[in-house]
């Protein structure tokens, strides 16, 4: 596996607290992404990042924020919880050599909002 | 945007048969397309992909194909075993994209022993 290590693996909270998944990558790879895992959904991209401080939307960001202080880390927020947002969530990384090129994920976060 | 679709949903074998599964996608621009296996409670493993310069790509029992006319892709699995049972996703990038990449929904393979 590359090196991706997300925390925490599991989460429990309650409605309308914020919450905080960390994304920490060893690879020095430009890229990094934040999906939520949903049944019937597959994958959906929230929110991604092509550098230091450069980020943007995806699919399904409403309600979640990102920040990338640092090459190795990319911090997915959601600012005050809801259940709808109970999900798994995956950290991916990739390196680009020719416009596209593989991404690599993370172990998971398993996110229950009660 | 680009739209991936995948199919079937599930799809249900019997050990040593073969599994095909489908997808399409909408933008004739994409020019990778990975295959990832999710075994249960663990992360998408990349098992084989392919780029629109090439037809076809085999490594061992696995091999995709790919259709740039007709806007579709294939997994093929022969010779199915008991452990090819996860979940599998298909899915398509844009070039100079940010590497965004557009999943399909997935399909759950079961392999009967």
């Known amino acids: 596996d590359a090196g991706i290590t997300q925390s925490p693996r599991h989460k429990v909270t309650e409605t309308g607290t914020p919450v905080t998944l960390r994304c920490h990558q060893t690879?020095?790879?430009?890229?990094m992404y934040w999906y939520r895992q949903d049944p019937g959904h597959g994958l959906r991209l929230i929110h991604y990042s092509y550098g230091v401080k450069d980020t943007d939307k995806g699919e399904v960001s409403d309600g979640y924020s990102v920040s990338r202080s640092k090459t190795e880390d990319f911090l997915l927020t959601l600012e005050s919880a809801t259940s709808s947002q109970t999900s798994v969530y995956f950290c991916a990384i990739s390196g680009i050599r020719s416009g596209t090129d593989t991404q690599y994920f993370g172990p998971g976060t398993r996110l229950t909002v009660l | 945007g680009e739209n991936v679709e995948q199919h079937p949903s599930t799809l249900s074998v019997q050990e040593g048969d073969s599994a095909v599964i489908k997808c399409t996608y909408s933008d004739s621009a994409s020019n990778y397309f990975p295959w990832y296996k999710q075994e249960l409670g663990k992360r998408p493993q990349l098992i084989i992909d392919?780029?629109?310069?090439?037809g076809e790509k085999k490594d061992q029992r696995i091999a995709v194909t790919l259709n740039k006319t007709a806007k579709h892709f294939s997994l093929h699995i022969t010779e199915t075993q008991p452990e090819d049972s996860a979940v599998y996703f298909c899915a398509a990038s844009i070039p100079y994209n940010f590497n965004k990449f557009y999943f399909g929904s997935g399909t759950k393979l079961n392999v009967k022993p």
């Open positions: 690879e020095n790879h430009r890229y």
């Open positions: 392919i780029r629109s310069n090439v």
